[in-house]
C-alpha cells in the first residue's frame, strides 16, 4: 500500500494543511492500492504565492535558459518511463500498447515544448509598433485522470517555456503518476517556486486557482460542465482561459469504403484509450445503403477484440478508472436499449469470466438516431454508436449536428471527396483515413469541446499577452524596416 503524503510548493515536498485522505484503487481488481493525502484551500494558496514570487525571475530568463531548463526536465523524466508505465497500468489500467505511450508521451511532449520555444517570435514589428509577447503570469494547470502525466507536462512545459509560472492541480485518482513526475521535476533542478503541485480535489483546491486573483490564466483538460465553471469562476478575476473538453466525435465512413480495410481504424478511434479518451471516435456514420454490410464486418471485428487485464498483450480494453465511471457507462448501455437503439455487439456486465474489475463490454448500438442521448452526450467508454446516412451532405449535417467538436475522421477511397467532406466539418481536428497526431499543429475544440487550443505556436500564444510598444521615432528601441 503506498502512502503519498506530501505535495510539492516552493522546490520542496512539504507536508499539506490538508487532512483528508483518498483511496486509490487499482480498477482491474478494485483493490485499494494506495492513499493520497489532499491538500485543502491553504495548500493552494501557499503554491500559488510560491508561484507568485518566482514569475518575476523566471519571466525575464533568456529563451536559451528556459530551454536548458526544458531539456533537464525532458532528461528527469524520461528517466522515469519504466516507473510511470507501472503507475498507469496499476492505478488507471491502461493496456500494455497504450500505457506505453501514455510513459513516453510526458518526455516526448516536453522537446515538443522545446522546439516551439526555439522558433518562437517573441517580438514582431506592425507597421511603427513593436509588438512583444509577454508572459501573463502564475498559471493555474488542471488535470484529469486519463492521461495526468501527459498532461502535467504538456501544460508545464508550454507554461514554463512561456515564461510563466505554474500551481499544477493534478486529478486526484492519478496521485501515482503524479508523485513520480514530481520526483522528476524535483531532480530537473528548476528555480524554486516555478512549478507547484497540489493534490486535491476539484471543488476545493481547483476552485481556489479558478477564483484566486494573483492567478492569471487557467489551462484545463477534462469535462465540460467544470470547464464552463471555470469560465465563469475565472470572469471574477478575469482570468485567460484555455479548456480542452469533452467530445462525440463522428467517423464518418464514405460509401466508397472497403469496409474490411478501414474497420480496424474505426475501432481503435472508437475505443481508444479503452474508451476513455475525449478524441473518441463514437459515432459512427454510415452510408443507409451499406448498413447491413458494415454491421456484419464490425460485429465480426469486435468479437476479436478483447477487453480485460491490461497486462495482457492481447488486451486493448482495459477496465473503466473507477466503480462510478463504470456504473455511468452501464446506464448508458441500458438507456440506448430503452431509446430503442439496438445491441450489435456487448451490453451490460462485465466481460465473460471477469468477476472483478471495472471491466466493460465493447458495446456497439445500430438502428440508433443522432438525437438519441447515446448519439449526442459523451459516454468515456467503449460504446460506439452506428447512425445512417443518405449521401454526403446528409452525412455532414449529422456529424455536425452536436455540441462538441474536437475531433472526427473521414475514411473513403476518394480522396478529393474525402477533403471535401473534412472541410466542412466543424471540429478541431479532422483525419482522413489515419489517426495520425501531429504536436506542431493546434490541438482544442470547436464549441462546447473547448476554448483556445494548445500545442505548437498557438499553445504557447495561450501562454502571453501581446504588448504593443510604440516609440517617439528615432528613439532607442525602435526597429526600422
Ligand atoms: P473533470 O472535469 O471531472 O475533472 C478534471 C479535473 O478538474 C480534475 O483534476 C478535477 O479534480 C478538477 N475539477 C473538478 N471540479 C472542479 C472545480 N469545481 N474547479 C476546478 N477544478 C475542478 O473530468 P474527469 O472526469 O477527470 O475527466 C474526464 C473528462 O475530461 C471527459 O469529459 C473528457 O472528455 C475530458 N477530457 C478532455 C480532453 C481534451 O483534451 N479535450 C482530454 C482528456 C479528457
Not at 149 to 166: M, S, V
Not at 172 to 180: G, R
Amino acid at each position: 500500500m503506498q502512502r503519498i503524503e506530501h505535495i510539492y510548493i516552493n522546490g520542496e515536498f512539504v507536508m499539506p494543511h490538508g487532512q483528508e485522505w483518498f483511496d486509490l484503487h487499482n480498477p482491474s481488481t478494485e483493490e485499494v492500492i494506495g492513499q493520497v493525502r489532499l491538500g485543502d484551500e491553504c495548500d493552494a494558496q501557499r503554491a500559488i504565492a510560491a508561484a507568485k514570487a518566482a514569475f518575476p525571475a523566471w519571466s525575464r530568463t533568456t529563451r536559451a535558459e528556459r530551454v536548458a531548463a526544458l531539456k533537464r526536465m525532458h532528461r528527469a523524466i524520461a528517466a522515469r518511463e519504466d516507473e510511470l508505465m507501472e503507475a498507469i497500468v496499476r492505478e488507471y489500467g491502461a493496456p500494455s500498447e497504450r500505457g506505453r505511450w501514455m510513459a513516453t508521451y510526458p518526455a516526448d511532449v516536453i522537446v515538443q515544448a522545446i522546439d516551439v520555444l526555439e522558433a518562437f517570435e517573441f517580438e514582431e514589428q506592425a507597421g511603427i509598433a513593436r509588438v512583444i509577447l509577454t508572459p501573463v503570469g502564475v498559471a493555474g494547470l488542471i488535470t484529469p485522470w486519463n492521461s495526468n502525466a501527459g498532461f502535467i507536462c504538456n501544460k508545464l512545459a508550454t507554461a514554463l517555456a512561456a515564461g510563466c509560472t505554474a500551481v499544477i492541480k493534478p486529478s486526484e485518482m492519478s496521485a501515482m503518476q503524479t508523485q513520480i513526475v514530481a520526483q522528476a521535476l524535483h531532480e530537473a533542478d528548476l528555480p524554486h517556486g516555478v512549478f507547484n503541485i497540489v493534490n486535491g480535489r476539484g471543488d476545493v483546491v481547483g476552485e481556489e486557482i479558478a477564483r484566486h486573483p494573483d492567478v492569471a490564466k487557467i489551462s484545463f483538460t477534462g469535462s465540460s460542465a467544470v470547464g464552463q465553471h471555470l469560465v465563469s469562476t475565472g470572469a471574477a478575476t478575469m482570468k485567460r482561459v484555455t479548456l480542452e473538453l469533452g467530445g462525440k466525435s463522428p467517423t464518418v465512413v464514405l460509401d466508397d469504403a472497403d469496409f474490411a480495410s478501414i474497420m480496424p481504424l474505426v475501432l481503435q478511434a472508437g475505443f481508444a484509450n479503452s474508451g476513455q479518451a475525449c478524441i473518441a471516435g463514437t459515432r459512427i456514420l454510415v452510408p443507409r445503403r451499406r448498413l447491413a454490410e458494415f454491421e456484419q464486418v464490425a460485429k465480426e471485428a469486435v468479437s476479436l477484440i478483447k477487453s480485460g487485464d491490461p497486462r495482457d498483450a492481447g488486451t486493448a480494453i482495459g477496465p473503466m478508472v473507477s466503480a462510478k465511471q463504470w456504473e455511468r457507462v452501464q446506464s448508458y448501455i441500458r438507456l440506448g436499449i430503452q431509446e430503442g437503439a439496438r445491441l450489435l455487439a456487448g451490453g451490460e456486465g462485465r466481460p465473460d469470466g471477469l468477476h472483478a474489475g471495472w471491466f466493460v463490454k465493447p458495446t456497439i448500438f445500430t438502428d440508433a438516431t443522432n438525437q438519441m442521448r447515446i448519439a449526442r452526450e459523451e459516454i468515456f467508454g467503449p460504446v460506439l454508436t452506428l447512425i445512417a446516412y443518405e449521401d454526403d451532405a446528409d452525412a455532414i449535417a449529422i456529424a455536425n449536428d452536436t455540441r462538441y467538436g474536437l475531433s472526427a475522421v473521414v475514411l473513403g477511397q476518394d480522396l478529393e471527396r474525402c477533403g471535401q467532406v473534412a472541410r466542412q466539418i466543424d471540429s478541431g481536428r479532422v483525419l482522413v483515413n489515419t489517426l495520425a497526431h501531429e504536436p506542431r499543429a493546434p490541438f482544442g475544440g470547436f464549441k462546447h469541446s473547448g476554448l483556445g487550443r494548445e500545442m505548437g505556436k498557438w499553445g504557447m500564444s495561450a501562454y502571453l499577452e501581446p504588448k504593443t510598444l510604440l516609440m517617439e521615432p528615432g528613439q532607442p528601441g525602435r526597429r526600422r524596416h
